[in-house]
């Protein structure tokens, strides 16, 4: 086996010029296919952490049936119970309580139909960017509370929609839990922009405390909000949480959904991207794979005579065929190494400094991105796209290797 090693080293640099020309030709797929597949990886994972912290959250505890109708009377009864759960959870990394009601909000010179949602201040800010999100005026409570003002927070496009500003007072009329009217004048305390357009354009926020009083909630919520500490861990956090809320709440058996059934716009966009990334990776791909094949069967063509006088001194055709496929081995391995650790750097300098997407602004703020796009490294982007090519370009290199076997001594040596 050395010689033949060795040998089918020999034969690769017989032609130089073709061998760098099909090894750069595999090291520039690898390289493409390294880079894409962390870049997609990281803007996907991006798009969930920017979408999840803007208004899911990774996972939701809630009433059977709430997340399709989104009733006032499908609620959580008893949420201190759940949250008592949550803080023994390690792989939680906060969580939160939210209450929601539509409502008829009125300014002096519109009036729309409007999520009014009801947070905790405190711990709203450790799973969602809203307070971050504050572009004028001040986040809920940054100043000693006044309890007959009800505070909040409202998106900059709603703002505008309204025709109101900082200070100013909207009218809220809608339903309580127990059927009663539920009304209330609130004062606005901040205007955010969060980047998704639709959750600035639809949604208010205000205490939870005061939305309870206006709702008549009596101490029940719509959602606890959780945020697991990286979004790898949240189907185990899915599992544990169904296993151990069973027990929590006497009145209802309780759901946890996670931000693919939350969001499933978002996972069918990301479903939809990857799968036209594999036809385009599959097309680059089967480009090499026929450099490859052309560049085997150009070398069977060069060296018939090569063949015929080496099958005439006894060489079996079973070596012969391993010997090319050796070389077809090596020369992939080589492009495939070197375009695995090119694109691996090329990667990581991206992953570290970022990619201005500022002009595909407006597409990805639907996603709650701006600014700037991370790739993300991983074993799986290094090795998947590598191996396929290595895979897809042995495979290529087998039909001028195996035409090896239907080869005549006597005809190979006076091939012309």
């Not at 490859?292 to 070398?299: D, E, K, S, V, Y």
């Amino acid at each position: 086996m050395p010689i033949d090693l060795k040998m089918a080293w020999r034969n690769i640099w017989r032609n130089p010029r073709r061998t760098f020309l099909t090894i750069a030709a595999i090291a520039f797929a690898s390289i493409i296919l390294v880079f894409m597949l962390s870049f997609q990886f990281g803007s996907y994972e991006a798009m969930i952490n920017s979408s999840v912290k803007i208004q899911t959250g990774h996972l939701q505890i809630q009433a059977p049936g709430y997340k399709d109708k989104q009733s006032i009377h499908m609620v959580v009864t008893d949420p201190e119970a759940v949250g008592a759960f949550l803080n023994n959870s390690s792989e939680v990394a906060a969580y939160t309580f939210r209450a929601r009601a539509f409502s008829l909000v009125s300014s002096e010179e519109r009036t729309y139909g409007i999520m009014i949602t009801g947070i905790d201040p405190s711990s709203e800010a450790g799973v969602s960017t809203l307070k971050t999100s504050i572009r004028r005026g001040k986040y809920l409570f940054e100043e000693n509370p006044n309890q007959e003002i009800v505070p909040a927070l409202i998106g900059e496009l709603l703002a505008r929609n309204l025709q109101v500003g900082l200070g100013d007072e909207l009218t809220v009329l809608g339903q309580g839990r127990d059927g009663s009217i539920a009304a209330s004048v609130i004062h606005i305390k901040g205007i955010y922009r969060s980047g998704l357009d639709e959750f600035d354009r639809a949604s208010i926020h205000i205490p939870l405390q005061q939305f309870q009083d206006i709702y008549s909630m009596r101490g029940a919520i719509h959602e606890v909000v959780v945020v697991g500490k990286s979004l790898r861990q949240v189907p185990e956090i899915k599992k544990r949480l169904l296993a151990g809320i069973k027990t929590t709440d006497s009145k209802s058996s309780l759901r946890v959904l996670d931000w693919m059934e939350l969001m499933p716009g978002l996972r069918q966009a990301i479903e939809m991207d990857l799968f036209s990334g594999i036809i385009f990776y599959i097309i680059l791909i089967i480009v090499v794979a026929f450099s490859i094949l052309n560049t085997f069967l150009m070398a069977i063509i060069e060296r018939t005579k090569e063949f015929g006088v080496m099958m005439a001194i006894g060489t079996t055709r079973g070596r012969l065929t391993r010997l090319l496929l050796i070389e077809s081995f090596s020369m992939t391995v080589i492009g495939m190494v070197t375009g695995a650790v090119l694109g691996s750097l090329i990667t990581w300098y991206f992953q570290v400094n970022g990619i201005d997407i500022s002009g595909s602004s407006e597409l990805l703020s639907h996603y709650g991105i701006s600014g700037r796009l991370y790739p993300k490294l991983s074993l799986a982007s290094i090795i998947s796209g590598p191996m396929a090519v290595m895979i897809i370009t042995f495979l290529a290199a087998l039909y001028p290797a195996l035409k090896i076997r239907r080869l005549r001594p006597v005809e190979a040596i006076s091939h012309v």
